[in-house]
Structure formats: C-alpha cells, structure tokens
C-alpha cells in the first residue's frame, strides 16, 4: 500500500488558528491517521488490570503470551468461560477513560502537529456498544492530548474510506468497503502483533520511541 501519493491540489496557505480544514484543500500537507487503542492509549494493559481488579484470582491470559487481535479470542482460547467477562471489563464505565497512555505518545502528537506541512488525526473504531465508550473517547483525548485533539477525532467502524497518507494502527489487518485505501498503514507493535513477520513493503513503528519522524518524511512529496 505504499508508492507515490496522489495528486493533490497546489500549496495554500495554513490559515491562522489551526482550524481542522481539509475540506479547503491544504494540499501539500502530509496527512497523518493514528489509531487510538493499541497506539494512543493502552488498551491491553487496560484490559488485564480491570480483568485482574474485578474478578480477582481468574486464570487469564497475560500480555506476554497474547497472539491474534481479540482479546477475548485470547482469554478465551485459554479460559472457555471467561468471554463474557472479559467483554464486561472493556464495557464497563470508566475502562475507556481509565487507559494510560503509550509510552512516548502524547509527546509525538503534540509533536506531530506542530510539524510543518503535516495534519495529524486521530482515527478509532468504537465498540458497537457504543456507550460509554464513545464519550470516554472525546475525554480521553481531552484529558491527554487537549481540546485541539477533540477537533481531530474521527472514529469510524471502517478506517478504509478515511483518505489519509499515514496509518498508524495496531491491527493487523485492517479491511472495510475501499479495497484501496489511500493511506500505508504502519503497524504499530503490540503484543498481540509482534510475533507477525511482516513482507516488504509493509512497515512497522516498534514503539513512539522508534523513529517515526522518518516514516512521516519517507511519505512527504520530494
Ligand atoms: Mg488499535
């Protein structure tokens, strides 16, 4: 999915304030997508400390032998029984809110935006129970990273149909109605993926401590 980028329009002007403003054709700007969950906010050490405070003395999976996407596949390929509380924890008020953030990523956000030709979003799929879930979202993003994110945030059960030149995600596979998505999608290690060996072309970003400024220019028209 990587190789040249589309045409786009010619250079304008950045208008003052940084108002969001694709819609008015910044056409040289590298737009960049990150993924919330897995890449913002640490989703499966989330997971493990809420499953490990609410039903305390489980038998679960931990995060070091985790392989595959679901974590509820994971539990519950070692624990037939606990599929539905683990669903429980990550539906539970407060979960969503509660997240720590990924080592490194709230720097590289803020250091992200202020770069030069560059528009950076936050771009996440929200459980279909989509309360409290989506509102923990905006104030996660609020709490961490600012009101300026809150503008930023797209969430989306199909990442495909967002145009973008960069994806940042923790998914492995990340499908939906585009069969082409415009944007490379750059996997984000965590522990469920990092076992993948991935072929050339694809990329990975192993932490928000590995260089992912030079991926942004890698992307950057010369
Ligand atoms: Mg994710």
Not at 38 to 49: K, N, S
Not at 75 to 96: D, N, R, T
Not at 204 to 212: H, P, T, V
């Given at each position: 999915?990587?190789g040249?980028?589309?045409?786009?329009?010619?250079?304008?002007?950045?208008?003052?304030?940084?108002?969001?403003?694709?819609?008015?054709?910044?056409?040289?700007a590298?737009?960049?997508?990150?993924?919330?969950?897995?890449?913002?906010?640490?989703?499966?050490?989330?997971?493990?400390?809420?499953?490990?405070?609410?039903?305390?003395?489980?038998?679960?999976?931990?995060?070091?032998?985790?392989?595959g996407?679901?974590?509820?596949?994971q539990?519950?390929?070692?624990?037939?029984?606990?599929?539905a509380?683990?669903?429980?924890?990550?539906e539970?008020?407060?979960?969503?809110?509660?997240?720590?953030?990924?080592?490194?990523?709230?720097?590289?956000?803020?250091?992200?935006?202020?770069?030069?030709?560059t528009?950076?979003?936050?771009?996440?799929?929200?459980?279909?129970?989509?309360?409290?879930?989506?509102?923990?979202?905006?104030?996660?993003?609020?709490?961490?990273?600012?009101?300026?994110?809150?503008?930023?945030?797209?969430?989306?059960?199909?990442?495909?149909?967002?145009?973008?030149?960069?994806?940042?995600?923790?998914?492995d596979?990340?499908?939906?109605?585009e069969?082409?998505?415009s944007?490379?999608?750059?996997?984000?290690?965590c522990?469920?993926?990092?076992?993948?060996?991935?072929?050339?072309?694809?990329?990975?970003?192993?932490s928000?401590?590995?260089?992912?400024?030079?991926?942004?220019?890698?992307?950057?028209?010369?």
């Amino acid at each position: 999915m990587s190789g040249p980028r589309p045409a786009r329009l010619s250079m304008q002007q950045r208008p003052p304030g940084r108002a969001v403003g694709g819609a008015m054709g910044w056409g040289a700007a590298l737009r960049v997508l990150a993924d919330m969950d897995g890449v913002l906010a640490d989703f499966e050490a989330g997971v493990l400390r809420a499953f490990l405070a609410r039903f305390p003395g489980e038998p679960r999976a931990g995060l070091a032998g985790r392989r595959g996407w679901l974590p509820k596949e994971q539990h519950q390929a070692k624990i037939p029984l606990c599929h539905a509380k683990i669903v429980s924890v990550y539906e539970s008020p407060g979960f969503f809110l509660g997240l720590d953030p990924i080592p490194g990523a709230i720097e590289a956000m803020k250091e992200m935006i202020q770069m030069k030709d560059t528009e950076v979003f936050i771009c996440t799929s929200p459980l279909r129970k989509y309360e409290p879930c989506i509102p923990e979202k905006y104030k996660w993003v609020e709490k961490h990273l600012g009101p300026e994110f809150v503008d930023r945030l797209i969430l989306t059960r199909d990442k495909t149909i967002v145009s973008a030149d960069l994806l940042f995600d923790d998914k492995d596979t990340i499908q939906g109605v585009e069969p082409n998505p415009s944007w490379e999608h750059i996997l984000f290690t965590c522990c469920h993926n990092k076992h993948l060996e991935l072929k050339p072309p694809h990329r990975r970003l192993q932490s928000w401590a590995d260089d992912w400024r030079a991926i942004l220019e890698s992307k950057r028209r010369k």
